[in-house]
């Protein structure tokens, strides 16, 4: 029963709080597009009147909206960007700006008695460009431990609102910051994203870089390996080739050694000395 009681409590406290425009509807638009700002209802009775107003302070903005019977003045600049749907409550804002960016409230009249509030925040944004990625150097030795490093910029413009790099192909905690810089514009409000990074070159890497949603290109690095690591393997082959010719010399020798040896201590009737052992013996003397 407590439970029951609980719940129902709670949704009348949702209710309440919808009706008396704590709850935000947001929205999100992009620079120079249009987008339409729906205001919600939670009523099917009839609207005698809409008024859609920026801000939620003491000096409001009316934007646009609609009263029965009669018309409602509606400030030049809003005039022809806004455009008012009277059936489904809602309304068009087109060519937007950064100047649109922020609370808006829908005040929605059933009768002049009978009113329900509600507001919609809205964020502009504007996407970066394709982030640039070049590859600055990668062929010097840190003097102190000898470590090959390559330095990588990567920067973008137009965005809005201001964003970080992010390097999805590398290991963050190998990533050394070398620059790492913002500015906006004054007159677009539009960012410039750049940053530096300098990242050890210990085997060959596709990487890419992102501002907010653009990518970029892949660059590879390291394609050849780090020189350092060229050695050591340059170093074993040789090391082997002299090895084996080592023992292919020694092997060549101790074979030309035993044949000279060999030759020396031939028998007597050894066939390559011309003459069996016995001829020799029956030669004549001479007195």
């Known amino acids: 029963m407590r439970t029951s009681v609980c719940f129902l409590l709670l949704g009348i406290l949702v209710l309440l709080a919808a009706r008396n425009g704590n709850a935000v509807k947001n929205f999100t638009g992009v620079l120079g597009q249009n987008i339409t700002l729906q205001c919600p209802r939670t009523k099917t009775t009839d609207v005698t009147r809409l008024y859609i107003q920026k801000g939620d302070g003491a000096n409001p903005v009316f934007i646009n909206g609609f009263y029965t019977g009669r018309e409602l003045p509606v400030e030049l600049k809003y005039k022809y960007r806004t455009f008012v749907n009277r059936k489904d409550l809602s309304m068009e804002m087109t060519n937007l ?17 009978d009113r329900e509030e509600f507001k919609l925040l809205l964020k502009v944004t504007a996407e970066y460009n394709v982030p640039n990625l070049t590859v600055e150097k990668c062929d010097e030795h840190n003097p102190v431990t000898g470590e090959k490093r390559c330095t990588l910029t990567c920067s973008s ?16 905690s190998l990533i050394s910051y070398v620059h790492n810089n913002s500015f906006q514009d004054p007159t677009s409000k539009t960012w410039t994203i750049i940053q530096t990074i300098s990242y050890p070159c210990n085997k060959p890497t596709n990487i890419s870089c992102s501002v907010d949603t653009s990518v970029s290109n892949i660059v590879s690095i390291c394609v050849n390996g780090p020189d350092d690591e060229k050695f050591p393997l340059d170093a074993a082959v040789i090391s082997a080739i002299v ?28 066939p390559d000395l011309g003459l069996p052992l016995d001829d020799c013996h029956s030669q004549p003397q001479e007195s």
């Open 157 to 172: 413009t137009g965005g809005y609102p201001q964003s970080k790099v992010t390097w999805p192909e590398l290991n963050l």
């Open 97 to 113: 700006s950064f100047s649109d960016e922020g609370l808006y409230k829908c005040i929605v009249f059933y009768t002049s008695q």
């Open 243 to 270: 090895v084996v010719l080592l023992i292919i010399f020694i092997l060549l020798a101790v074979y030309i050694i035993k044949r000279w040896r060999a030759r020396r201590r031939l028998p007597p009737d050894d």
